[in-house]
């Protein structure tokens, strides 16, 4: 029963109602435990994880962001470029011509005239005078571009060093090499010399070696005698 202000109660009465009252707060707010100490601590670090992986997380996502960005607005001349490729120092594709002349993919000979025709040019030539080692019309490729070759020019066998040479196969696969003689007197002529060797002169031979990529085509026509 409700006490009423105005009627004076005996202290003992006063006692009692407030037992029961605080006896009556503390059941209707009595809840289970959440567990033991030690699982209430577990499961607060976990949080705490959570929440820092979390954080971690979009840190990383917005410096990806931040990179990608960053890459996108480089100037194309500004990004680093690919490793470039190895090469060989001998037999390297012919470079860009300094002097703007297309590669040269089509080399003719012709023993008869001892002249050389490429790229729009015609120069003369020494050509073998004995053996034969052209018989007819041949159609090679060059094999191989290379700036010193060591091979014999003469019927001794003795072998010396050739600047210049562009090397291509015979019709029985034999080798023959263009190269720069070093002697403008044997060029135009027949030397027996030559054997299965074309001779230029040397600042002829050069143009060449610069001009022409490997897997040029050569055309011998003419007599070799």
Do not use: C
Request: hydrophobic letters at 35%.
């Amino acid at each position: 029963m409700p006490h009423d202000p105005s009627d004076p109660a005996a202290p003992e009465d006063v006692t009692g109602r407030l037992t029961d009252a605080l006896r009556e707060v503390a059941a209707q707010g009595r809840r289970p435990a959440p567990g033991s100490g030690a699982a209430v601590r577990r499961r607060a670090v976990q949080r705490r994880r959570t929440r820092r992986a979390g954080l971690v997380s979009a840190g990383l996502v917005v410096a990806g962001t931040a990179v990608l960005a960053a890459t996108a607005l480089l100037d194309p001349a500004d990004r680093p470029a690919p490793p470039p490729a190895a090469t060989a120092s001998t037999t390297a594709p012919a470079p860009p011509s300094p002097d703007g002349d297309s590669p040269v993919r089509d080399i003719r000979i012709d023993l008869t005239t001892l002249e050389l025709r490429a790229g729009g040019r015609t120069f003369p030539i020494s050509a073998p005078g004995m053996n034969e080692p052209f018989r007819g019309d041949a159609v090679a490729r060059v094999t191989e571009r290379l700036r010193h070759a060591r091979f014999s020019s003469s019927p001794t066998g003795e072998t010396a060093r050739h600047d210049w040479v562009l090397a291509f196969l015979g019709p029985e696969q034999e080798p023959h090499y263009l190269y720069g003689t070093g002697n403008t007197a044997d060029v135009p002529g027949r030397r027996a010399s030559t054997l299965s060797l074309i001779g230029l002169r040397t600042a002829d031979a050069r143009w060449l070696y610069a001009h022409t990529v490997v897997g040029a085509k050569v055309t011998i026509t003419g007599a070799g005698t």
